[in-house]
């Protein structure tokens, strides 16, 4: 029975859900259906009656109320009722923001930022207009350059500044509008239409009126206007004539002022736009009070009052107040006057209208003067006079300063020659000086306009320069985008044909042996023609990873002691029997004493000698080849010279590009990627080196790669002492603390220690090591610096700072060069690299040990008695442990503790190195490094550190399963 409930009970809820699902779907669809009709409905007043009454309903979901209160605050702008728009507007906005719709927000904030505008409320049309900006800059990042997409939002962000700077203006703030200007007018130049071109150029004429800047004003208006008419823009070219008609009043060519506002006005009076109409009237209004006609002055301006309160247009309210308060001036009712202008300031002051501030302090001065009040008159004509100066003087304090300078100047040299006159001559002298003072202000006003006419020329010169280096700018960002196209391109293609050429043998000769086309004595011959182009294949891939690295400033130089003889015979034996083949010659020569310690990278300078000797050998036919080492005690410097076919002039310039050879004969005739000399030459400058060459046509070539060295003269004179050594003793004595956290790592070189007769003390972490070396004060301390509860630098510290004196080695693996000099300048004695290079380690061993003689005549070497030792035990137990890390590694990537997993692959690296597993070390080793340079908000880090933990297990599967 109570199963049938249940189910009955399912049913139900089912079936309530559909019911519940059907009605709200059918909302859905009835509501965009009203709100398409109500777009469409012409009578507005109806419209917003529709909508008045939806908004009372309580049932509508937060999107239809988003909906129907944006479409609200959309009716309002359409009918010029931008204070009721505001409303609306901004309790959609809090929806928006609500519900994270971030393209509404912007468009919201777009909306207010325009209804407030022409409010004349600029300042908060400024914060809306760049709310709406800073999305769309947020947005562009997100779509390709050559997208539509991208495209329109370029526009959207023009259009926005184009609008933040119209706002600027009118605040008074030219700077920041001149800034807007220039972002709009670049974007529009590269994305926008003609009619945008246009546009901004018509916005900055604009603000040039705004700066007193006529004479340019009238000239660009004046171009612009035709391109408006053939761009059926009638609005703008209303507004053109009517910025012109402003232009011609400051200039004082009152009727074509007026001619040219009236003409704008009877445009913005058929089409009833009233924002505008009441601006105009405003301006008529001015232009009769210019022309001494305060009657037509004060109809217009009442006209112009009476709709620009109607229609909450603040600034053009305060203006005709301010019209209405000098006709009245004018007529003689000087009561009127003061009312209309107090009123005026009082909106200026709330609005931050400070020109119109400046001009209100003259009008109401001679107001004060009609009706007596001398004092406060002439207060505020003081304050005219000050506010009116005071942003001419910042630009003028310079030129003042020097006139200044030379009229004192002047005047000194005047008051010397008349010293005996000036008692006779005192009234004269002060009508002197007071010509001297309107000179003054003559020349003032001189030096101003011709400042303001240099000025006015060079920002047009400016402006001109700056758009032509734009032009030239991007020409040429375009032109290396096609380079960088080229590049891509022949990479891929030399790429393809070195990739394919060696793939495509390997797999040829592999599948001729698989077939059995081939005879068993030609077997060796085939696995050879594999292996070798195997090794190429190797080589090349081997040297792109080397450039990624070096463009991506990650390859760091791996700084030891070498003996550069080692280097030099190594190099001797690859390329003499490669010359011998060719019937050329290889010599080498040098004057270096042996053996010669010094402290360089020598697998990267045996990597540019290989390929500089395997060039010169490539491109020889006869003759040989000769590599010359000299030192200088500064410098060491390699010489590879050749008789081969040498080069000219012009490929001299190219041969260190990338992917480059003298011509593509060359590349057909002796093979070659073009990668070789270039990696060479990147690799010779992260050596403080430098690569240069000599070569004539037909006679051969000379390359010379010099750099610095450090000589380590003490590690050659221990070398000898050591190899006269070795034939004699074979055992030290005395102990060593030896601090490692790695059980199997720690045995090892134990082992190695004991057997060369020195007492091990063991510790598996730096507390441990301190108590040790404070106990047993021992020759020496090797601290391995990664370590639990204390780490080799913690410990190394607190050793130090008890004042305990005995010297102390940094023990690590895969310690970069950087990270050696860390260790040193923190005050350690020494490095030793994990695995144990023996010669270095026993060149340690000697500097802080005594040798006991040897217990039989026929005793080993030092290095011998090394390789005699039995490791075979530590090394299976290696291997078993292995086991219980690839369950650790697992686990830590199953929970992502990366922390964790970089402390252990660091320890499994320095481990697998030292037992031989060289592939193990590497993956570890690799992992290690990404966790270490690789930033935690990189995008595609866990897919990364993934991929490399899976390479890694994949090792320690092969080695357990063998």
Excluded: W
Aim: hydrophobic share 40%.
């Amino acid at each position: 029975m109570e199963r049938y409930k249940l189910i009955i009970l399912l049913l139900f809820s089912v079936m309530l859900y559909c019911q519940t699902g059907a009605v709200f779907a059918a909302q859905s669809s009835h509501i965009e259906q009203q709100l398409t009709d109500i777009k469409n409905n012409e009578n507005k007043n109806e419209a917003i009656n529709e909508l008045d009454k939806l908004l009372l309903k309580k049932s509508f979901s937060s999107s239809d109320r988003l909906l129907l209160l944006s479409l609200q605050s959309n009716t309002y702008y359409q009918m010029g009722k931008y204070e009721l728009a505001i409303s609306p507007a901004k309790d959609a906005l809090k929806i928006a923001y609500h519900q994270n719709l971030i393209s509404e927000q912007a468009e919201l904030n777009k909306l207010l930022g325009v209804c407030y505008y022409f409010l004349g409320e600029y300042a908060n049309a400024v914060d809306y207009y760049q709310n709406s900006y800073d999305f769309y800059q947020g947005e562009a990042s997100q779509f390709s350059l050559k997208s539509e997409k991208y495209q329109q939002n370029a526009v959207k962000q023009a259009n926005l500044l184009n609008n933040i700077a119209l706002a600027y203006v009118l605040l008074g703030k030219s700077n920041f509008a001149l800034q807007s200007y220039k972002k709009a007018e670049a974007l529009y130049q590269q994305f926008g239409s003609e009619n945008d071109k246009v546009d901004v150029r018509y916005n900055i004429a604009t603000m040039l009126i705004n700066l007193k800047r006529f004479d340019i004003a009238i000239t660009m208006l004046k171009e612009i206007i035709p391109k408006l008419e053939k761009l059926g823009d009638n609005v703008g070219i209303a507004k053109a004539r009517a910025d012109l008609g402003v232009a011609f009043k400051y200039s004082g060519q009152f009727e074509l002022a007026l001619q040219h506002t009236l003409v704008s006005l009877d445009y913005f009076q058929s089409e009833n736009i009233t924002f505008e109409i009441a601006s105009q009237l405003h301006n008529v209004a001015e232009i009769y009070n210019h022309m001494q006609q305060p009657e037509k002055a004060m109809d217009y301006a009442k006209e112009g009052a009476e709709l620009s309160r109607k229609i909450s247009h603040k600034k053009a309210y305060a203006g005709t107040l301010q019209s209405m308060a000098k006709a009245s001036l004018a007529m003689g009712d000087v009561t009127a006057a003061a009312d209309y202008i107090a009123q005026s300031t009082a909106i200026a002051k709330k609005e931050d209208y400070s020109a119109l501030l400046l001009s209100n302090l003259l009008v109401s001065s001679l107001i004060n003067m009609k009706l007596d009040n001398y004092q406060l008159a002439i207060e505020q004509m003081h304050q005219y006079e000050y506010k009116k100066y005071q942003k001419a003087n910042a630009k003028l304090n310079e030129q003042l300063a020097k006139f200044e300078s030379e009229q004192l100047a002047q005047q000194v040299i005047r008051l010397e020659q008349n010293k005996k006159l000036q008692q006779l001559q005192m009234i004269k002298l002060e009508q002197q000086r007071g010509l001297i003072l309107l000179a003054i202000i003559l020349i003032l006003f001189i030096a101003f306009l011709i400042y303001r006419r240099r000025l006015e020329s060079r920002l047009t010169k400016e402006l001109e320069s700056r758009v032509q280096q734009r032009t030239q700018a991007l020409e040429f960002i375009t032109q290396e985008l096609k380079q960088a196209n080229q590049v891509k391109s022949q990479f891929l293609a030399n790429m393809s044909h070195e990739i394919r050429t060696p793939l495509t043998s390997i797999v040829g000769q592999s599948e001729a042996i698989i077939n059995g086309d081939i005879e068993e004595t030609e077997l060796p011959h085939e696995v050879k023609v594999i292996h070798g182009n195997s090794l190429h294949l190797l080589q090349l891939i081997n040297e792109i990873l080397d450039l990624s690295k070096i463009e991506a400033n990650k390859l760091d130089l791996e700084l030891r002691e070498y003996d550069l003889h080692q280097i030099i015979d190594a190099i001797s034996d690859i390329f003499s029997e490669q010359a011998k083949k060719k019937q050329l010659a290889f010599n080498v020569k040098h004057e270096i004493p042996s053996p010669f310690f010094v402290t360089i990278d020598s697998f990267r300078l045996k990597q540019i000698l290989i390929n500089l000797c395997s060039n010169a050998i490539k491109f020889t036919e006869r003759g040989g080849v000769t590599l010359t080492i000299t030192c200088d005690g500064q410098a060491l410097s390699f010489s590879v010279s050749d008789t081969g076919i040498g080069m000219s002039e012009k490929h001299l310039s190219t041969i260190f590009e990338l992917f480059t050879q003298a011509d593509n004969s060359i590349s057909r005739r002796f093979g070659g990627s073009g990668l070789g000399l270039y990696l060479s030459s990147q690799l010779a400058l992260l050596m403080s080196g430098k690569i240069e060459v000599e070569s004539v046509v037909g006679k051969g070539s000379t390359f010379c790669f010099s750099m610095p060295y450090q000589q380590n003269v003490a590690a050659n004179l221990d070398q000898k002492d050591i190899q006269e050594q070795e034939l004699k003793n074979n055992q030290y004595k005395g102990k060593i603390v030896l601090a490692d956290d790695h059980d199997d790592n720690r045995r090892l070189i134990a082992r190695m220690l004991e057997g060369i007769g020195l007492e091990v003390l063991c510790a598996n972490n730096g507390k441990q090591a301190v108590e040790l070396c404070m106990e047993h004060e021992p020759n020496l301390a090797l601290l391995d610096i990664q370590m639990p509860i204390m780490d080799g630098v913690e410990a190394f510290r607190k050793l130090r700072n008890t004042g305990y004196k005995k010297p102390l080695f940094a023990l690590t693996a895969n310690a970069m060069s950087h990270e050696i000099s860390y260790f040193i300048a923190l005050g350690f004695d020494g490095h030793l690299k994990k695995p144990i290079e023996r010669k270095q380690f026993l060149l340690t061993i000697d500097k802080y040990y005594q040798h006991t003689a040897a217990d039989s005549p026929n005793a080993l070497s030092l290095t011998n008695a090394i390789d005699n030792i039995d490791f075979s035990d530590l090394k299976a137990s290696f291997v078993v442990n292995l086991a219980q890390d690839k369950h650790e590694l697992s686990t830590m990537m199953t929970n992502k503790e990366y922390a964790d997993l970089e402390r252990f692959v660091h320890r499994l690296a320095g481990a697998a190195q030292m037992f031989g597993y060289i592939e193990l070390g590497q993956s570890a080793q690799e992992l290690e490094q990404f966790l270490k340079k690789t930033p935690l908000s990189q995008s595609n880090r866990d897919d990364v550190i993934e991929d490399l933990a899976d390479c890694l297990l994949d090792e320690l599967s092969l080695i357990l399963n063998k």
